[in-house]
């Protein structure tokens, strides 16, 4: 039983461009939420996926986006990065309980 | 006041210790409560949920205390492995949102 995963592992970026980062859920699991770990803090909730649409957001702007496609899996996309969006990138998946699986998080770095 | 806070530690304490870590949140309409575990540049992990009535998994205790608004974690009999970094957790979301807000964790070493 694969848990959650996430694409790619590492990435680095200039200030500027834009990337998109990817997510499968555990199988069973059809809620995506994204979450961005800064070092030393703890994951911040960027927003959540049911039913291929948006159904809660976090305090971030809306150079932050994603996307849930029919199979469940996630996209987050965040346009003009900034020095600041350096991060740990956390994708987390679940089924009806509160309970919420984190992958393996893509570690984002933009110079 | 942070919706989650916690004391950031660090905890030093020898193999064999307990160990107790407090957390506060601010929104008394929270609903659900957990503690991850975190290790060094990897992803957090499901330790325990918390309810109401505390609840055990060998040998960690977790405890809730509402009218307090406060979530606690005891670690009994401390093993090297136990050393991470444990999240305190809350959701506030009905079952349309269930965003998990995050204390900024507390550092557990434990040394032989």
């Known amino acids: 039983d694969a848990g959650v995963t996430q694409s790619p592992t590492h990435l680095i970026k200039t200030r500027g461009q834009q990337v998109t980062l990817r997510c499968s859920p555990k199988?069973?699991?059809?809620?995506v939420s994204w979450y961005q770990q800064a070092l030393g803090q703890g994951p911040q909730f960027i927003f959540q996926y049911y039913e291929e649409e948006e159904r809660q957001r976090g305090n971030f702007p809306d150079r932050f986006s994603g996307h849930q496609f029919p199979n469940y899996s996630s996209e987050l996309n965040v346009n003009a990065l900034l020095l600041g969006d350096s991060a740990l990138y956390l994708c987390a998946s679940r089924f009806q309980s509160y309970e919420q699986y984190f992958g393996p998080g893509t570690r984002l770095t933009v110079t | 006041r942070k919706e989650v806070e916690q004391d950031p530690g660090p905890f030093n304490v020898p193999e064999g210790a307990t160990v107790a870590f407090n957390c506060t949140y601010s929104?008394?309409?929270?609903?659900?409560f957990f503690w991850y575990r975190q290790d060094c540049r990897k992803e957090p992990k499901l330790l325990m949920s918390v309810y109401s009535s505390g609840n055990e998994d060998g040998r960690f205790t977790a405890q809730l205390n509402r009218a307090s608004q406060y979530i606690s974690l005891l670690i009994r009999d401390s093993k090297l492995s136990d050393s991470a970094t444990y999240l305190c957790?809350?959701?506030?979301?009905?079952?349309?949102?269930?965003?998990?807000?995050f204390g900024k964790g507390t550092t557990l070493s434990v040394s032989s």
């Open positions: 929104n008394s309409a929270s609903q659900s």
């Open positions: 199988s069973g699991h059809d809620t």
């Open positions: 957790v809350v959701n506030t979301g009905n079952q349309a949102g269930t965003a998990l807000i």
